[in-house]
């Protein structure tokens, strides 16, 4: 059977899905990994396949899992925005909705805190299994080997830095402000207080390069600064152009990053997240007169908490700071809302296993040499697209190509020898095949 696996940012989520594909086609799955547009057109080709959904986006999903079940095929849901949220629970309630469960077959959870919020108001709960996410069980020591190369690479280059994530793409998002209020393609209908986190996020950023501006002048080391794929690096580069140990990097995985970095800085990012999971408490830096109901709260919870640009240079100027500490609060707050102790990847093709016990296959769905055509040409019409909305898609899948996917099958054979029988096809840019030799 086959499985269709759509990419949107490549840094987050290229190097699980790629190790996903390869246990699946292990077992027998035919995968297919590809950017949006591209999986888009196998849906409507292929039959009797199972769709990854990566996140619930009303008035876009409802049309693509209408494609998926003209052709026979199943809709998985696992979500890339989980189980960070607003204090309201706005975003999971948004992403979660009753008609979602009506539609699709199967619902992978992060971990039981949103499984309890969502059995208040649906009873789908046959469809939901809490798995936890692969992307952060892919942080267990025990997977080191898809990062050693990208950590000693960072290094040699920076050695000691403080690394800085931000998360203000409604505020400086590279489409501007305007698409982010539209309400079929921005967010409009989402939220309808939009314009309030539009200049929340835009007072976080005034914030931000105050804090880095002082900082530069009181560490001595490098400041790797890296905004959200959405953002627009421009503000940041005009205001950082005359600061020498400040480097603009958003490209590639954070993870290396976050490993080989003396400290993490964020507002509330789920960086902070992975940055714990990995054993290094982040410092969460807010404004003064913050809304905390433009906040996602976990992310700030699981951190130091400050909003004064003068503590964050003394917790950075100690060489042990046991507010910086992990504590036990950190370590159930981390199990409950993401599952760190589950195997996700395993229980995941648990799951699917069923669709191929079932016997529900059709291994004549194939990609012919007419569609390979269509799918090339499609991608060379895409490369020469110079609009904001292209430029922004080619950003986040930006490193979404045939070295970096070799590069994975490499370690996952390190890693597993057993995967060596997996063969990695490339189809076109941005779309490969996994499958059992």
């Known amino acids: 059977m086959n499985i269709l696996i759509p990419v949107e940012i490549a840094s987050r989520e290229l190097l699980y899905k790629s190790y996903l594909s390869h246990i699946l086609a292990y077992k027998g799955f035919n995968c297919y990994l590809g950017k949006k547009g591209h999986i888009s057109y196998l849906c409507n080709k292929f039959q009797n396949y199972i769709y990854f959904d990566k996140g619930y986006h009303q008035s876009f999903s409802e049309q693509i899992y209408e494609n998926v079940r003209k052709q026979n095929g199943h809709i998985v849901s696992l979500d890339e925005e989980g189980a960070v949220d607003f204090s309201d629970n706005r975003t999971l309630f948004k992403r979660y909705p009753k008609t979602l469960f009506e539609q699709i077959d199967q619902v992978f959870l992060w971990g039981k805190n949103q499984e309890e919020i969502i059995n208040e108001y649906c009873d789908n709960n046959k469809k939901i299994r809490v798995t936890g996410h692969p992307r952060f069980e892919m942080l267990n020591s ?15 280059r920076y050695k000691n830095y403080i690394l800085i994530n931000t998360n203000m793409g409604f505020g400086n998002n590279i489409k501007g402000d305007d698409c982010i209020r539209d309400k079929i393609i921005g967010y409009g209908t989402w939220y309808k207080n939009i314009d309030e986190i539009i200049n929340h996020d835009k007072l976080k950023i005034d914030n931000y390069i105050d804090l880095v501006e002082k900082i530069s002048k ?41 490993i080989a970095a003396d400290y993490m800085i964020h507002p509330d ?56 500490k992990i504590n036990n609060n950190d370590i159930r707050f981390i199990e409950d ?93 941005a779309l490969y095949h996994f499958y059992r030799d």
Do not use: M
């Open 142 to 156: 025990k997977y080191r080997i898809f990062y050693d190369d990208e950590i000693n690479k960072i290094k040699n």
């Open 218 to 258: 009181n560490y001595n080391g490098n400041i790797i600064f890296r905004p959200h794929p959405e953002e627009n690096l421009e503000i940041y580069r005009n205001a950082f152009d005359k600061v020498k140990n400040v480097t603009i990097n958003n490209k590639g995985s954070v993870i290396p990053w976050l």
């Open 269 to 324: 990012c789920t960086t902070s997240i992975e940055s714990i999971i990995l054993g290094k408490k982040a410092i969460s830096f807010l404004p003064k007169n913050k809304d905390n109901d433009l906040i996602t709260q976990l992310p700030v919870e699981l951190s130091y908490k400050t909003t004064s640009i003068e503590e964050v240079i003394s917790l950075i100027g100690k060489e042990k700071n046991n507010k910086l």
């Open 337 to 429: 809302s993401f599952s760190i102790s589950s195997e996700s990847n395993n229980l995941i093709l648990d799951s699917l296993n069923t669709f191929l016990q079932e016997g529900n296959q059709n291994l004549s769905s194939t990609i012919k040499l007419y569609d390979k055509i269509i799918l090339n040409y499609r991608s060379f019409k895409f490369s020469l697209n110079s609009s904001k909305a292209a430029e922004l898609l080619k950003k986040k899948i930006s490193g979404f190509n045939y070295d970096k996917i070799k590069t994975i099958h490499k370690n996952c054979i390190k890693y597993d020898n057993e995967l060596s029988k997996i063969k990695v096809k490339k189809v076109s840019d």
